[in-house]
């Protein structure tokens, strides 16, 4: 059992997400409602409590100044938020890659999440 989903905003870094170390920036409350808005009509992926793994796949045009691993968080953060996933702590794995656009218009993030399988 596997899903694919295809988020069309662009990833945002950890970096940008936090004032200090306990408030959503602007910018993140945004981009999580962006988001958010996307998955709303994605089912769960699972109701019980097994592990999963999660591939991500971040199409940025500012590819060189991107570091994947910090673009991670985030949309982690909204898969369990929307309720996709029920918690992120039951992710087993967690891959990422990043693949330059030449357009902030072709910028999306695609998310795979399956069951982890021994």
């Known amino acids: 059992m596997s899903r694919k989903i295809i988020v069309k905003v662009p ?8 004032q200090g170390r306990r408030f959503k920036s602007k910018v993140y409350k945004q981009w999580g409602l962006d988001v958010a808005t996307m998955l709303i009509s994605e089912k769960p992926f699972t109701e019980m409590k097994e592990w999963i793994v999660v591939d991500l796949e971040f199409y940025i045009k500012n590819f060189q100044r991107a570091d994947a691993d910090n673009m991670i968080k985030p949309i982690l953060d909204s898969l369990t938020h929307a309720k996709v996933i029920l918690d992120d702590r039951y992710i087993k794995r967690v ?5 330059k656009v030449s357009s902030k218009e072709d910028e999306r993030i695609i ?6 399988a021994v």
């Open 95 to 99: 891959s990422s890659e990043k693949w």
């Open 111 to 116: 998310i795979k999440i399956s069951k982890y």
């Open 11 to 18: 990833p945002i870094s950890v970096n940008k997400c936090w």
